[in-house]
């Protein structure tokens, strides 16, 4: 086999697996730990990919009172339909609404929080997907397409025009923020664990720090249950291992 084709062949894996990127961090400082708003998201994302709608309200209404302006939870319930689908996201949405509404009869006035910006880069949305996950897998995306996107190409251009291009451009939320939205749905629906390695390895190329993802699996045993976040423990050790 070539040197260009195995050098391919190892790009493709790393986008699929996510197995390339920054050195783990192993040592966490109080700076290193998931803050209230991190924690927040992970809870949001959670409860809402699970429909666990009277838990969800609860951690909306915290998150709101730890900081978390509308537009960001906003973003976060929308950003999940891409890993959770439609019923889910438009669910949560609802449940936001009520839970606004009844901070707002009770004399509290959210921070809404910016918008996101226009977007300007007139290059067409899947040439500005490749680029935005290049800098998510920190490989280049010039090997050979994996057979399910051989086998079905517009999966291809959706995941790239769409997920990476039309979401991950809006800037209302961070890269790790998004991320760890990404995180906390795949670990909660379980049974996707080479989806989980790969973000989880881009979790880490975007900032997280290993003891922040180690406190989200704990999380995840209070969120969703203790097989879950032992699957995600599993996970977390085999990715930090693969970096070493």
Not at 78 to 95: D, E, K, M, N, W
Request: proline share 3%.
């Amino acid at each position: 086999m070539g040197k260009e084709r195995m050098k391919s062949i190892v790009c493709l894996f790393c986008c699929l697996a996510g197995l390339q990127g920054l050195p783990a961090q192993t040592e966490a400082g109080p700076s290193e730990l998931l803050d209230e708003k991190q924690k927040s998201i992970v809870k949001i994302a959670s409860f809402t990919a699970q429909g666990k709608m009277e838990e969800l309200s609860v951690a909306l209404d915290h998150g709101l009172d730890e900081g978390l302006t509308v537009n960001e939870i906003k973003e976060v319930l929308v950003h999940l339909y891409a890993y959770s689908g439609f019923p889910r996201s438009i669910r949560g949405l609802q449940t936001f609404l009520e839970v606004i509404e009844k901070r707002k009869e009770q004399g509290i006035q959210d921070d809404w929080g910016k918008e996101a910006s226009p977007i300007v880069d007139s290059r067409s949305k899947y040439d500005r997907g490749i680029e935005t996950l290049e800098e998510l897998v920190l490989a280049k995306m010039d090997g050979p397409k994996p057979a399910y996107q051989q086998f079905s190409p517009e999966m291809d251009v959706f995941l790239k025009e769409h997920l990476f291009a039309d979401l991950f451009e809006r800037d209302v939320l961070t890269y790790a923020q998004r991320e760890l939205t990404t995180i906390s749905v795949i670990a909660s629906l379980g049974n996707l664990d080479p989806m989980l390695r790969g973000h989880m390895n881009i979790s880490l190329n975007v900032g997280l720090t290993a003891a922040q993802l180690e406190e989200f699996v704990k999380l995840i045993e209070v969120t969703a249950d203790q097989e879950k976040a032992d699957d995600a423990h599993n996970v977390l050790e085999a990715v930090l291992a693969a970096r070493e």
